[in-house]
């Protein structure tokens, strides 16, 4: 069965850096195209970063240009996520999707906090 787990979530202060990881299992991760998709205490769900399935493609939303880098390891099956310059509202649930198309996916993982705070 089709596992995406998370990790490397914890809390930073504002400036700070944190790399989250993605162990993905039970499918051909290295056929898939992969996102992180975020999202903070009372809001909705956040598109952060999507990542095509030989890595040579990224794209990211614009409130973390600049700042984070997606990634990925297909020997390893695994997905990263670098995050520097953290911000407050950084703050959220990171979750990472294996990306269905058309914009859907059809698997996430249980999600990492990530909080930044001084």
């Known amino acids: 069965q089709v596992q995406l787990v998370e990790s490397g979530g914890g809390l930073v202060q504002p400036g700070g850096s944190l790399r989250l990881s993605c162990a993905a299992s039970?499918?051909?991760?290295?056929?898939?195209?992969m996102s992180w998709v975020r999202q903070a205490p009372g809001k909705g769900l956040e598109w952060v970063s999507h990542i095509n399935s030989g890595g040579a493609s990224t794209y990211y939303a614009d409130s973390v240009k600049g700042r984070f880098t997606i990634s990925r390891d297909n020997a390893k099956n695994t997905l990263s996520l670098q995050m520097n310059s953290l911000k407050p509202e950084d703050t959220a649930v990171y979750y990472c999707?294996?990306?269905?198309?058309?914009?859907?996916?059809?698997?996430w993982g249980q999600g990492t906090q990530v909080t930044v705070s001084s």
């Open positions: 999707a294996k990306y269905l198309g058309s914009w859907a996916y059809d698997y």
């Open positions: 039970g499918f051909t991760f290295s056929s898939y195209s």
